[in-house]
């Protein structure tokens, strides 16, 4: 049991970061009434250590930092929302990603992985983005760089995180919110993706979330409140996005084998490529019109004609059962225990699992316990 006036401050500002109300804060205590969380916020009521467990969860607050025994860093994740959701969502949201961050940089600085947060970027100038054919340029460049290869979309997460050290967390955000990113002092490179979105959707989203981790420094966010402003960056974001995953050669290429083939471009053969590519029909169609291979109106009638969109989401019903989600805490947390440099009740923590489903998670994962031998390497 543990009563203070301290704790009591402590567990009401940690509520009102995440932006729960003191009702719906009750609720997800299983209070029968929110009176019973307002006793304790007033410091009328002693909290259980049960109750302090699960009040770290609901806010997305460490135990150490609500019992005051941790660092509390007051400087909160600056994500740039592509739309934002309503405010109480988008607390939460940002608290969860504080959250996953910190967990992250934890285990990568008790792993002595240094190199993740060390995002670099090529694009130090607003000129160098001033222009559709200067965006293309640093999108080719992007391209090269993380060797994407002909096929970007199937690689680009993976060359984020293990080339850029690139956090990429796969989230259920709200309707109005899409995407989200940031560079943080701290936490490195960040891309929230909506996991709700469909797997073509995804990627695209990332990729234009690329463009503004590069352009990062370049903007202040006071600036990017300027509506006229966000619009005009958002809109070079699109146009890197596109570029980054359809290379227009390999477009070309493609399009013209159909026409060797078929003598003609079906609706399915366009359904076919975008799925090659990993992109919706919509980004291939205005892709198609940006290299020069239909007029403007094609491209709009092709992006809004509703049998194309319905045999798209015929076609590509299977790629939503192999939709991305975010591995890297987990990923770290295993490599923690098999170091032994976490118990395996905290590794249950990090992965949000019992304790008992430790060893079948792991299993699931294919990933040994520990390292075994080890093995000399020559120089080279």
Known sequence: ???????????????ESVGLTL??????????????????????REVKAAEIIKFSKIYYCSIDVLIGTGDHNDEKPRLLWRRAPEEHVRKMIEKRVHKLAEQCVWLQEALTISSRRKFKTFVSDRE???????VDDIARQARKSLDLGRRP??????????QMGVVVIYDALSDAGSAASMVHPRYGAIVVINSNESPW???????????????????TQDELQDP??????????????????????????RVHQKLDENKKLSKADFVDIAREFGVSTQALAYRMKNANLISWEVADRIAKNEEV???????????????????ILTDLAIRGLRKSIISR????????????DIDDFINEKGILYNDGESFEIMDS
């Open 1 to 15: 049991m543990m009563e203070t006036h301290d704790l009591a401050l402590r567990l009401k500002k940690a509520r």
């Open 23 to 44: 009702k719906s804060a009750a609720d997800k205590m299983g209070f029968s009434n929110y009176q019973t969380l307002g006793s304790i916020e007033n410091g009328a």
């Open 128 to 134: 160098e983005i001033a222009t559709n054919f200067k």
């Open 153 to 162: 979309s199937l690689s680009l997460k993976d060359a984020l995180e293990q």
């Open 201 to 219: 959707r995804q990627n695209y989203d990332l990729a234009h979330e690329l463009f503004h981790l590069y352009t990062w420094e370049l903007f």
């Open 228 to 253: 006229v402003l966000f619009h005009d960056i958002e809109r070079k974001a699109d146009r890197f996005a596109s570029t980054l995953l359809l290379p227009s050669e390999e477009i070309q290429s």
């Open 309 to 327: 969109l319905g045999l798209s989401k015929d076609r590509r019903w299977d790629e939503r059962e192999k939709a991305p989600k975010s591995e």
């Open 345 to 356: 009740g905290k590794f249950a923590e990090l992965c949000g699992i019992d304790r008992c």
